[in-house]
């Protein structure tokens, strides 16, 4: 799917970086997906479902390349954890200012655990519209 989309944006405004031809990613994403190789190789359970969301997530923001909004996103994604929060992504913040004006995303998410996954999801779900 990433190279279908990078064969096709790579160049444009969708994508204005440049990309390296051979593995079809901006340089620096190739070096992340390197390092997260690597870790894959040192532990090849990295990323199963039903591991501890609270190590993997160390794991991941010590590969050079990954933040917090990366680590958030894998544990909801992957490791299919229900509270998991990427509260630094910028589309959330924008979707909670609209909703409720200017506050601390973070902080305001606390009401919502155990299930912050789902409400990242209705959040983003609710900035579809401006997206397209």
């Excluded at 010590?62 to 910028?90: C, H, K, N």
């Excluded at 973070?106 to 997206?131: K, M, N």
Aim: charged letters at 15%; proline letters at 6%; one cysteine or more.
């Amino acid at each position: 799917m990433f190279s279908s989309y990078c064969q096709k944006y790579a160049g444009t405004a969708a994508w204005p970086v440049q990309h390296d031809c051979v593995s079809c990613s901006p340089p620096f994403f190739a070096s992340t997906l390197s390092a997260l190789a690597t870790a894959f190789e040192a532990d090849p359970n990295l990323l199963s479902s039903g591991s501890n969301v609270a190590e993997t997530c160390t794991k991941l923001l010590a590969i050079a390349g990954i933040g917090d909004w990366t680590s958030q996103y894998i544990a909801m994604r992957q490791l299919r954890e229900p509270d998991a929060f990427p509260a630094s992504g910028v589309a959330l913040i924008k979707a909670i200012t609209q909703r409720e004006g200017p506050c601390k995303l973070s902080t305001r998410a606390e009401a919502w655990r155990p299930w912050r996954a789902y409400a990242a999801q209705h959040l983003w779900t609710s900035q579809a519209d401006t997206i397209a």
